[in-house]
């Protein structure tokens, strides 16, 4: 199929390199990962980090997640410690991002961590990210491609919805394979799940004791403000509509093939659902229903995410 949008481009070698030296300039792309489409800028880089809040309009209290390439390149910036090695041979790459203590030596843009003395930091499982960080000498600041507390994109045509022209490049990689963002831990002191995600609490409990971090004065990550992942219209949880004028979002096993009726997984797997969450969303929003009824989802391994996500996008 032929690409309406005149931002969008193929992955290949020559945008690869267009795609560095843009971002070398202090400018900002939209770029795929296995989680979500992020907006992209040198975390080095004061321009580019302003840029990247002024474009999603994002609170300053509310913190980026910095993407890298190797260890070697991440211990310029925080401090190590050995639950984060536990973790980091199991889960990296991958959807699982670190909360580490700040070094005196590190050069990422204090506004990119709030002004906090620790930083959010993950090792992206996508080959155009991982392409990218290979061939630049910083790391990536890179909050999901959409507006502040709105829904984040799994396809560069989200991204073009978010932004329009506003990006220069947008990389097309495809869906994103696990649909939501990244489970975030805590690791300066006792372990603490900040953010859960396809990574739940019962693997990572596997190798080392962590618990689920409660009520938070300061915003160590994203994914902690109260109102967040939202499409734009009310979401009622737990509850079934009559209402043909209402989107009714189910799961598992469903006979219901009314046009208002979407299934985030016949099969009744989690996964599926979490990676196709932000997807029926959009494609609710934009058939111009007013409301969506969701049916109750297991709180158990990815769907602990999934609930976590629509109980924020309903405030």
Do not use: W
């Amino acid at each position: 199929m032929k690409n309406i949008y005149p931002n969008i481009y193929t992955f290949n070698k020559k945008i690869l390199k267009k795609t560095a030296n843009y971002l070398k300039l202090g400018n900002i792309a939209g770029i795929p990962t296995e989680t979500v489409y992020g907006l992209a800028g040198n975390a080095y880089s004061k321009k580019a980090v302003q840029k990247i809040f002024h474009l999603k309009n994002r609170p300053k209290k509310n913190p980026l997640i910095i993407h890298y390439n190797s260890i070697t390149s991440l211990k310029k910036d925080v401090i190590l410690n050995k639950n984060f090695f536990k973790l980091y041979k199991k889960y990296c790459p991958g959807p699982l991002t670190f909360v580490l203590k700040k070094n005196n030596k590190s050069k990422v843009v204090s506004l990119a961590s709030a002004g906090l003395n620790t930083i959010a930091v993950r090792f992206p499982d996508h080959k155009i990210i991982k392409s990218l960080l290979k061939i630049i000498n910083f790391p990536l600041a890179m909050p999901s491609a959409n507006l502040s507390s709105g829904l984040s994109p799994v396809s560069a045509s989200d991204v073009y919805e978010e932004f329009k022209r506003k990006l220069k490049i947008i990389i097309d990689g495809g869906n994103s394979k696990v649909g939501i963002e990244s489970t975030v831990i805590d690791l300066t002191k006792k372990p603490k799940i900040l953010r859960p995600g396809i990574i739940s609490s019962m693997e990572i409990k596997k190798y080392l004791r962590v618990s689920f971090s409660k009520k938070n004065k300061t915003i160590r990550s994203p994914g902690m403000m109260k109102k967040h992942y939202s499409p734009g219209i009310p979401i009622i949880l737990g509850r079934n509509t009559k209402n043909l004028n209402h989107a009714q979002i189910t799961f598992g096993k469903n006979n219901k093939n009314n046009k208002n009726n979407f299934n985030l997984s016949k099969k009744g797997d989690l996964k599926e659902a979490a990676a196709n969450l932000y997807k029926i969303m959009r494609k609710i929003k934009k058939k111009g229903f007013k409301k969506i009824f969701i049916s109750k989802i297991p709180n158990k391994g990815p769907g602990i995410a999934i609930n976590d996500r629509i109980k924020r996008a309903s405030k």
